[in-house]
């Protein structure tokens, strides 16, 4: 299938750009130029104006020449639902009947709080609120340079459900081997009981969750609502308790 | 200009509960200080440079010579009388901070307070005079080049983290008709309890606010202004825990509008109470005497809550921003203060709705420049949706008399602009304002109507939640510990910062408030 226009298998697309050139024929020129390296013909530029000295925005419309093979579409499927912050809340209040407590820190030598603050504050990150945010959330950041004996004492004394920990600093990979000793620190000191163990940093792998012993690894560009969502889905029993 | 007709008694109501909720706020702002404050005190008296041995190099003078005074004899004097006790045997500040550095330096108060008092009023002198000739050239080269043509003023936000790539596209910007251009800081500078140092280009998602960065920009705008003939004001971000060193840096290099709210850090940041009070009306008396225009956040609390149920929260903060404001000897025509259109378009009348909120605010403040904030919110990813919502916005801009118009980008919340979204929200702004920048004059929403009905709605509930902060035993204080303002708890002894706070003792000194309490009289 193509994509619709008004009329099946017309291929009708529109699409804007901006090139670096001085507007004029030459700019319309380029333009239409780039439209059909797209798959766009024949195609129109439909509009162009100069912004400053030397750029050109163009609208494009035309018809595509690509096919789309539905068959062929495989969708990467979350293993958990997105969830917005009233569906999260919603979830833990009927079906957990109690605050979900999250505690945060920065463990070891690391002093950039930058992660767990995009997670915890308010303020958050990406244009999504933190956890404080979260009205059935118990949040408590407890910042940088936390030691994991301290931290484990605080899981236990607020009885958190789960731990989040953050790290930047990769130098020697610190961030693994404080990672390994957290998780090893927990089990240790909580076995089973242990709350459940989230790390994140920009320079973390998701799929070593296993190997370095915590139920979760958050990589790069992680926005609160996926950690929100990724704790419902851990914590919270998929139906209401009777 | 279309003035909503106030209950007077309401509004007298309203002004003087948010004075008695204050109160406690400024008491404790007056009987302390931060270790912020006395690095802006350094900052005064021209200590600039970084420790070269410490860390990576990136810790300041202030901030080595403040520990040192804070280690050896405590806060509670502040720095002045022991650094210029310490100086009294000659040498100069950068010196002292060096045997600082090497660990040979040595603090106490002295027993004869004078000639350490007289060096230090000297020393800080020469940093006010320099804010107050700053403030005389904004005024001559406003005089020279003009203002806007009128109002708003279109503001725009730049920031690639990079100095050098923010100049080009600032000047850009100005050309293509921005009058305030803001520099957004790099995320996560307003936890550093240290301002960075020199020309910076490693920022994330902004650009750190430091006293070469500054400096460059202002330069910079300079030319464009020259250029244009019209003086295009710079703006940036005294928040955080620098609050105070940032306000002194920006008078030192001629900055024009600071963002600078009251609250904004303890809510969302998590920085404590006192501390951020503290450091609140110190950086507040530096802009007062930079005849620089305040930006208050009043935005963020409709990001988070429902813009129309929690209407009257931001009424209460730009009141409590306002009594803060003149506490420390702000004018009215330095008041930014906030407010936003993040009414979910899906609520009816939501238009309406946000016109009565703007129109509130305007009769309210009538000689404010209120700073009026675009939709984020409720902007999806559909552009060509978010390219009428900000029509509406610059519209509702337009006839309800705002200050000064953030420009809203069509692509919120999915790329940061593009130098094609700028150029099509620049033009969405000017066609309205060409359009109906003047509409104002036929626009009169009726007494009793839905317009003047609403405003008043919202003032009764913000008078009523001024009742009950007024009410709490610490005011405003308690209040924010109480979780008030329905967003979040935060108790006065906790958040980032609190260590960095002492009561003043009787002995204590701090040249900079003297200076600049003294012109306030």
């Given at each position: 299938m193509r994509p619709y226009g008004d009329t099946t298998g017309d291929g009708m697309v529109q699409t804007s750009f901006t090139l670096p050139v001085p507007p004029g024929p030459r700019a319309e020129g380029a333009a239409l130029q780039l439209a059909h390296k797209m798959g766009i013909e024949p195609a129109m530029v439909v509009h162009s104006h100069g912004i400053g000295e030397g750029f050109t925005f163009f609208v494009v419309y035309g018809s595509v020449k690509h096919l789309v093979d539905l068959d062929a579409v495989h969708v990467e499927v979350r293993a958990y639902p997105l969830l917005s912050p009233?569906?999260?809340?919603?979830?833990?209040?009927?079906?957990?009947?109690?605050?979900?407590?999250?505690?945060?820190?920065?463990?070891?030598?690391?002093?950039?709080?930058?992660?767990?603050?995009?997670?915890?504050?308010?303020?958050?990150?990406?244009?999504?609120?933190?956890?404080?945010?979260?009205?059935?959330?118990?949040?408590?950041?407890?910042?940088?340079q936390v030691s994991v004996p301290e931290l484990v004492h605080a899981a236990r004394a607020r009885r958190a459900d789960a731990v989040l920990v953050s790290q930047v600093v990769t130098q020697k990979d610190a961030h693994l081997r404080n990672t390994r000793e957290l998780a090893g620190a927990f089990r240790e000191a909580m076995g089973e009981a242990r709350p459940l163990l989230v790390v994140g940093g920009p320079r973390f792998d998701p799929a070593m969750a296993a190997e370095l012993g915590v139920d979760k690894v958050f990589g790069r560009g992680t926005t609160p609502g996926e950690v929100a969502s990724y704790l419902v889905h851990a914590l919270v029993p998929e139906e209401e308790p009777l | 200009m279309t003035v909503l007709e106030l209950d007077g008694e309401l509004v007298r109501r309203a002004r003087e509960l948010a004075e008695r909720a204050a109160a406690p706020v400024v008491d404790l702002a007056r009987t302390h200080t931060t270790v912020s404050v006395e690095r802006a005190v350094l900052r005064l008296a021209g200590l600039t440079g970084t420790d070269p041995v410490l860390g990576d190099g990136e810790v300041p003078w202030v901030n080595r010579v403040v520990d040192a005074v804070r280690d050896q004899v405590g806060l509670e004097h502040g720095v002045a009388l022991p650094v210029w006790h310490a100086l009294g045997g000659g040498g100069s500040l950068q010196e002292l901070a060096e045997q600082v550095g090497a660990g040979t330096a040595?603090?106490?108060?002295?027993?004869?307070?004078?000639?350490?008092?007289?060096?230090?009023?000297?020393?800080?002198?020469?940093?006010?005079?320099?804010?107050?000739?700053?403030?005389?050239?904004?005024?001559?080269?406003?005089?020279?080049?003009?203002?806007?043509?009128?109002?708003?003023?279109?503001?725009?936000?730049?920031?690639?983290?990079?100095?050098?790539?923010?100049?080009?596209?600032?000047?850009?910007?100005?050309?293509?008709?921005?009058?305030?251009?803001?520099?957004?800081?790099?995320?996560?500078?307003?936890?550093?309890?240290?301002?960075?140092?020199?020309?910076?280009?490693?920022?994330?998602?902004?650009?750190?606010?430091?006293?070469?960065?500054?400096?460059?920009?202002?330069?910079?705008?300079?030319?464009?202004?020259?250029?244009?003939?019209?003086?295009?004001?710079?703006?940036?971000?005294?928040?955080?825990?620098?609050?105070?060193?940032?306000?002194?840096?920006?008078?030192?290099?001629?900055?024009?509008?600071?963002?600078?709210?009251?609250?904004?850090?303890?809510?969302?940041?998590?920085?404590?109470?006192?501390?951020?009070?503290v450091d609140q009306r110190f950086s507040r008396m530096v802009h007062a005497r930079a005849g620089i225009i305040i930006n208050t956040g009043e935005d963020n609390y409709l990001t988070t809550a429902d813009a129309v149920d929690e209407a009257h929260t931001v009424t209460v903060s730009q009141l409590?921003?306002?009594?803060?404001?003149?506490?420390?000897?702000?004018?009215?025509?330095?008041?930014?203060?906030?407010?936003?259109?993040?009414?979910?378009?899906?609520?009816?009348?939501?238009?309406?709705?946000?016109?009565?909120?703007?129109?509130?605010?305007?009769?309210?403040?009538p000689d404010a420049p209120l700073k009026w904030m675009p939709p984020t919110k409720h902007m999806t990813g559909d552009v060509f949706g978010g390219y009428l919502l900000d029509g509406f916005f610059n519209l509702a801009g337009a006839l309800t008399g705002q200050g000064i118009l953030l420009v809203g980008m069509m692509t919120e919340a999915v790329v940061t602009p593009w130098l094609s979204d700028r150029d099509l929200a620049l033009r969405n702004v000017r066609y309205v304002l060409e359009a109906a920048g003047n509409l104002h004059e036929d626009f009169a929403p009726p007494r009793g109507g839905f317009i003047d009905r609403r405003a008043h709605t919202v003032l009764t509930e913000a008078v009523q939640l001024l009742e009950r902060i007024a009410d709490h035993p610490q005011g405003l204080i308690q209040a924010i510990a109480d979780g008030t303002f329905g967003i979040t708890k935060r108790s006065p002894d906790g958040g980032k910062g609190l260590d960095g706070v002492a009561r003043l003792a009787a002995d204590a000194y701090n040249p900079a408030m003297e200076l600049m309490e003294r012109v306030d009289a």
């Open positions: 009233g569906e999260v809340n919603a979830a833990i209040k009927t079906r957990m009947r109690r605050s979900l407590v999250v505690l945060g820190a920065c463990i070891g030598t690391d002093a950039h709080t930058v992660g767990i603050d995009a997670i915890l504050n308010l303020k958050g990150f990406a244009g999504e609120k933190g956890l404080e945010y979260y009205r059935e959330m118990q949040v408590a950041n407890l910042g940088a | 040595r603090f106490s108060i002295p027993a004869d307070p004078e000639p350490a008092r007289a060096a230090a009023r000297a020393a800080v002198a020469t940093g006010i005079a320099r804010i107050d000739a700053n403030r005389a050239r904004r005024d001559e080269l406003v005089a020279l080049h003009g203002d806007p043509p009128r109002r708003p003023w279109i503001y725009l936000i730049v920031a690639t983290g990079d100095i050098y790539e923010d100049i080009p596209q600032a000047q850009a910007a100005a050309r293509a008709g921005a009058d305030v251009i803001a520099v957004i800081r790099s995320t996560g500078q307003s936890l550093l309890d240290y301002v960075p140092e020199g020309a910076t280009r490693t920022g994330y998602a902004g650009t750190y606010a430091t006293g070469e960065n500054f400096r460059l920009m202002r330069a910079a705008l300079d030319d464009v202004g020259a250029e244009l003939g019209r003086y295009v004001r710079l703006t940036n971000y005294a928040s955080g825990l620098c609050m105070p060193e940032i306000a002194v840096l920006a008078g030192l290099e001629r900055l024009d509008m600071m963002l600078n709210d009251a609250m904004y850090g303890i809510l969302f940041r998590d920085i404590n109470p006192r501390r951020t009070f409590l921003n306002e009594t803060l404001a003149h506490e420390a000897g702000l004018e009215d025509w330095q008041l930014g203060l906030g407010h936003a259109f993040e009414i979910n378009p899906a609520v009816p009348e939501s238009f309406r709705l946000e016109l009565a909120h703007a129109l509130l605010a305007r009769g309210l403040f």
